[in-house]
């Protein structure tokens, strides 16, 4: 079985115990030490780091196996690590946060299913590689999330598409409404903190910068100045007040980070002190108008809850309404009365023009030449005696 040591700055921190195969030697074995450092391996006497997760700038994550478990459940054990040369001053601080991420998984996480679970949380004292002096490390265990995380997940397959997005930010705004209603802010949301599950379920990680949003007398409401570069809204780079909207800031860079597959420093006209996003997405309307509000630099101009983003994605777009038009009734038909023959109107007398006077008729007369002709025109003589009178009438004209 291959063991991780923990000391920060082992140069060969990878150690093999074949004897560790047998799950009786497992069970039973009282620790096993570094080859190279001498370091204790079995952490609190039941945590056996397998392999190292990542490296921060005040911890590390490893993934280790709890032999006091019937199947030797898988869990992640993260060590405070405070990185560079840091005064006692920054040192306590960076201490209490590492305590606080403890307190908030151990009040939060239990209470709901998308903020991992805390095991446990205790100190190591060991000898240091310096004679005569002790080293003292601190731990917290907590719940093994089997997935990627953003990230992972954008660098493996480029920028998301509007619908993932809107995946991502409605199922992270319920754990940010959870978180914020309980009194805390997390202060550090960006796609490496946000995990994906096998099974599609989103887990928020990562509480160490956690601020109780206590307005207790004599509590600071300053920011310890502990964030990611970015992601943080200008009043948590001021180190001024930080409130859920804060959150929401850092929550709207992540999604428009995975919208375009840039990163923030692409995303930011540092000139224009503007977010330029949309020169690489043209998501719906709906989506623009929600993200370019939680990106304003005032706190106060943002959406002020999670619960207000939520229902702004909820909401249908209004068009202008057309007032109902009552139904068309049909009107009734009028009663068939028995018909009577209606008389036909007699037509108007044609009348002329008073100028025209119709000349009298009068019967012909005919001469008795006409006569003795007309009569001519009947038996084989007729011919002839038609022509006998044509001249006659000639002659006397």
């Keep these: 079985m291959q063991l991780h040591c923990t000391r920060p700055g082992c140069s060969r921190p990878t150690n093999f115990f074949t004897d560790l195969d047998d799950p009786t030697t497992l069970k039973t074995v009282p620790q096993k030490f570094c080859t190279h450092c001498g370091m204790p391996l079995i952490l609190l006497g039941r945590y056996l780091p397998t392999k190292l997760l990542g490296q921060g700038g005040f911890g590390a994550a490893f993934l280790a196996r709890d032999r006091y ?107 940010l409404q959870f978180v914020h209603e309980n009194g805390s802010i997390h202060r550090d949301i960006k796609p490496s903190n946000i995990m994906r599950h096998r099974n599609g379920r989103f887990y928020l990680l990562d509480f160490g910068a956690v601020k109780f949003a206590t307005k207790a007398a004599g509590g600071t409401k300053a920011s310890t100045g502990i964030y990611s570069l970015g992601f943080a809204p200008p009043e948590q780079v001021a180190g001024d007040e930080v409130y859920p909207s804060t959150d929401l800031y850092a929550l709207a860079v992540t999604c428009v980070m995975l919208l375009t597959g840039k990163h923030t420093n692409e995303l930011f006209d540092a000139y224009k002190n503007a977010w330029k996003w949309q020169t690489f997405a043209q998501p719906s309307f709906r989506l623009t108008s929600i993200l370019n509000r939680l990106l304003l630099p005032l706190p106060g101009d943002r959406y002020q809850s999670a619960s207000e983003v939520l229902e702004a994605l909820t909401i249908q777009p209004s068009f202008p309404s057309v007032p109902p038009q009552p139904p068309i009734q049909p009107s009734p038909l009028p009663l068939q009365q028995p018909s009577t023959p209606t008389p036909t109107p007699a037509p108007a007398p044609i009348s002329m023009p008073m100028s025209v006077s119709p000349a009298p008729l009068r019967a012909p007369t005919f001469s008795t030449l006409e006569l003795l002709g007309n009569a001519g025109f009947t038996g084989v003589e007729g011919h002839c005696w038609r022509s006998l009178f044509l001249v006659c009438r000639f002659l006397l004209l």
């Design 69 to 175: 478990t019937p199947g030797l459940r898988q869990c992640v054990v993260k060590q405070f690590q405070p990185s560079g040369q840091l005064s006692s001053a920054q040192l306590q601080t960076a201490q209490d946060l590492f305590e606080r991420e403890a307190e908030v998984l151990e009040q939060l996480g239990s209470q709901h299913p998308q903020i991992p679970d805390l095991f446990a949380y205790f100190e190591v004292a060991v000898p240091s590689a310096y004679k005569g002096s002790e080293d003292k490390f601190f731990y917290l265990v907590q719940e093994f999330i089997d997935g990627q995380n953003l990230e992972e997940e954008l660098l493996e397959k480029g920028k998301f598409s509007e619908p993932e997005v809107l995946e991502v930010l409605r199922e992270t705004l319920k754990v």
